[in-house]
């Protein structure tokens, strides 16, 4: 005989025969219980002043939005300075340093990108360099990098 488990009942089948009429309903209730994730993943380093000029918009300082939270996008999101005015959210998920990330998310708006910033970042590679402001508003300053989600709005 073989004995198999059949998905989400916890009961065993003799006939090695997975029972439909309860495959069905544990497939629906994954499919809608579990959605999908429209983050993407990836590293984040941060950046002071001075911020001028950037790669997006030169030397112009209304660029910057008034709460100073922005980024640089590194290579993975530029996309040829298509991502200049994007908006992301983004959340701490880890560091290598214990107790880095701090609860919340932040807005930053692209105005840079990584690769060129004239202020060197405190990691470099990073998916996203973002303002001291922003990274302080989701992680400790003494963390170099963080690791992120993050989505685009």
């Given amino acids: 005989m073989i004995y198999t488990s059949l998905p989400c ?23 809608f219980l579990s959605p999908p994730s429209l983050a ?3 590293t984040a380093a941060s950046y002071g002043p001075p911020y001028l000029p950037t790669a997006c918009y030169g030397s112009d300082e209304s660029q910057f939005p008034p709460n100073n939270l922005f980024a640089a996008a590194g290579d993975a999101i530029w996309d040829n300075d298509a991502s200049c ?9 880890s560091s290598a340093t214990p107790g880095a ?6 807005q930053v708006t692209v105005v840079d990108y990584a690769p060129s910033l004239v202020s060197a970042p405190s990691a470099v590679g990073a998916t996203m360099v973002l303002s001291e402001t922003a990274y302080g508003m ?14 685009q709005v």
Avoid: H, W
């Fill in 9 to 31: 009942s916890g009961q065993a089948s003799t006939t090695g025969m997975m029972n439909k009429s309860i495959l069905i309903p544990c497939l629906l209730s994954f499919l």
């Fill in 40 to 42: 993407d993943v990836g």
């Fill in 85 to 93: 005015g994007r908006q992301y959210l983004v959340r701490c998920l």
């Fill in 138 to 151: 989701i992680s400790q300053s003494s963390a170099n990098e963080i690791n992120i989600e993050f989505t």
């Fill in 101 to 106: 990330c701090t609860d919340g998310t932040v």
